[in-house]
């Protein structure tokens, strides 16, 4: 079955530490993995897919086949990145669907 | 541009009473999606559309009903709420397979719903 895993519901660092999100996927096919993120009072947006192979905010993430993980990765973390990030996997092309994984809490201390 | 929006914001049912949720966007998407959003279980689909007057089941259908007469707006409709549907409600549109980056999905700011 299709599964997305966070271990992680909450990740409490100091600002200037190296933070890295855990995610794990179960997926038979050829995946597409994405990070979302969710500020504080703002909308779910897209953080970076996994087929861009891009750093976004000093983020990046590398999909890594043989042990199912999609992991995002900061070496310094600032406290602006304190957020909720969610994991996605696409299921389908013709349909966009996404399999979200639970959420981790990034909490960024000064 | 409004980008998703959703409408209400808020809002508390008793328990067997309906409601339904409304979710516009003005990006000329032909998918559209509705999740619920519950502590500790992340995003679960409920129902989506590939294109007006489509829907289809998604993750936890049950209990929810949808419509898309047109493009632009998706309905999610609760015909006898229960508490277990209490929830934050997100609805998000996407481009189709060849237009665009179409496995991005735009989300609306959210609806909290409480059933008592």
């Known amino acids: 079955a299709q599964r997305v895993t966070q271990p992680e519901k909450l990740l409490s660092v100091f600002k200037g530490a190296p933070v890295e999100l855990k995610c794990n996927y179960s997926?038979?096919?050829?995946?597409?993995l994405f990070w979302y993120v969710q500020y504080s009072r703002q909308r779910l947006q897209l953080l970076l897919r996994?087929?861009s192979r891009e750093s976004i905010k000093g983020f990046t993430a590398d999909l890594n086949k043989g042990e199912t993980s999609f992991h995002l990765k900061k070496p310094f973390a600032q406290e602006e990145d304190s957020a909720m990030y969610y994991c996605?996997?696409?299921?389908?092309?013709?349909?966009?669907?996404?399999?979200f994984g639970q959420g981790t809490t990034l909490q960024v201390k000064p | 541009n409004a980008g998703v929006t959703q409408t209400p914001k808020f809002r508390v049912l008793k328990t067997g009473q309906s409601m339904t949720l409304l979710c516009a966007q003005d990006?000329?998407?032909?998918?559209m999606y509705w999740y619920r959003q519950d502590p500790g279980m992340g995003l679960r689909l409920i129902h989506y559309s590939v294109g007006e007057g489509t829907t289809a089941k998604g993750e936890v259908p049950d209990g929810y009903n949808v419509s898309r007469l047109k493009k632009q707006n998706f309905l999610l409709g609760l015909e006898s709420a229960a508490p277990s549907q209490t929830s934050v409600y997100f609805c998000?549109?996407?481009?189709?397979?060849?237009?665009?980056?179409?496995?991005?999905?735009?989300f609306g700011p959210g609806t909290r719903l409480t059933v008592l």
């Open positions: 990006m000329n998407h032909e998918y």
């Open positions: 998000a549109s996407s481009y189709a397979r060849g237009l665009g980056n179409y496995n991005e999905q735009f």
């Open positions: 997926y038979s096919g050829s995946p597409e």
């Open positions: 996994h087929i």
């Open positions: 996605a996997l696409s299921l389908s092309s013709n349909t966009g669907k996404l399999i």
